[in-house]
């Protein structure tokens, strides 16, 4: 049985370090917390702590569910973008996590490379939280998992297909699919893949739960029994650069009406935001009935909360 317990002081740096029961209980908590909060109700379970907010990369949901989590948990949270803060000056990310272990109670930090949060990790003595690199979204897997529980009652057994660019998104939801039972067909252009020792972890960690992980290169087949369709945008942050080379090449990947059709008539739409509308998906679906987007983006509050409550509590 886990109990809350066992979250305390860890990090959240990817979901391959907790297990399928570990997930679930953070999903049940986060369906508490959800439910009492739209009754009004309240738990100040960080009372009195603060949370610091890296940012190398810019950001809407992220920043504000966090800043607004930590206000309803009875906390604080500092906003720190990388120009204000000596990093920027050369200043090491080990130094930075020593100093703010005797500031803080929790760090979330948002950047390029998955190492430069691990050393964070490694040297600071508070949880540290993945807010996206380029590697790994988590808090955004996590909130995914739980807005199609929410949707579909269960996680085992639905077939999630993830159209466009095998991406830090794509890497995170085939670890959150591994570990819950929930079937991820990665659709993308060939050399756009999930990157390759992710998708082994996820092949591995399937396993355990039975999750079928599959990367395929035509949308038309993967969509066939689509219970949940997934897209993000073509040039992820850091690849602005490539984005035109990579409008050519995604275009058959569109999350367009026709292509929804092919998937199952119930199936729900979803992107982590922000779209490109009219390059990765269409107004018509990203607006259309099926479209779960912005009850995602309003899930990133809940389930922080509960990732932060149990990670940051004493
Ligand atoms: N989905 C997501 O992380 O959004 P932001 O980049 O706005 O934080
Ligand atoms: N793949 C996107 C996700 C943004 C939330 C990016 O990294 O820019």
Not at 85 to 99: C, S
Not at 282 to 309: C, W
Request: with cysteine; charged share 25%.
């Amino acid at each position: 049985m886990v109990s809350a317990r066992e979250f305390r002081g860890r990090d959240f740096l990817s979901l391959y370090d907790y297990s399928p029961e570990e997930i679930n209980f953070m999903l049940d908590f986060a369906e508490r917390l959800k439910d009492e909060q739209k009754k009004g109700i309240t738990h100040h379970l960080l009372k009195g702590k603060t949370l610091g907010m890296i940012f190398k990369k810019s950001s809407t949901r992220t920043r504000v569910s966090f800043e607004v989590g930590m206000y309803q948990l009875g906390g604080f949270a500092l906003f720190l973008s990388k120009d204000a803060l000596q990093l920027a000056r050369g200043e090491t990310i080990e130094d930075t996590g020593k100093v703010f272990s005797r500031y803080l109670d929790g760090i979330m930090i948002r950047t390029f490379d998955q190492a430069e949060v691990e050393k964070l990790a490694e040297a600071a003595d508070i949880p540290v939280i993945n807010g996206l690199t380029d590697l790994f979204h988590p808090c955004q897997a996590l909130t995914d998992i739980f807005t199609i529980r929410e949707h579909k009652g269960k996680l085992k057994g639905i077939k999630l297909v993830y159209v466009g660019d095998g991406n830090n998104v794509a890497n995170s939801l085939l670890m959150a699919g591994a570990k819950t039972g929930m079937n991820v067909v990665v659709c993308c252009p060939p050399g756009y893949e999930p990157h390759e020792e992710v998708l082994k972890k996820a092949v591995s960690a399937a396993e355990l739960t039975g999750a079928e992980i599959q990367v395929l290169n035509d949308p038309a087949t993967a969509m066939s029994g689509a219970d949940v369709v997934y897209t993000d945008v073509w040039a992820s942050m850091g690849q602005e650069s490539e984005a035109q080379k990579r409008a050519e090449i995604f275009k058959p990947y569109q999350l367009n009406g026709e292509l929804l059709k092919k998937a199952k008539d119930d199936c729900i739409v979803m992107h982590c935001l922000p779209a490109h509308r009219g390059e990765e998906i269409t107004d018509e679906v990203i607006d259309g009935e099926q479209s779960v987007v912005f009850e995602q983006a309003e899930n990133r509050l809940h389930v922080q909360k509960a990732v932060m409550a149990l990670i940051m509590a004493d």
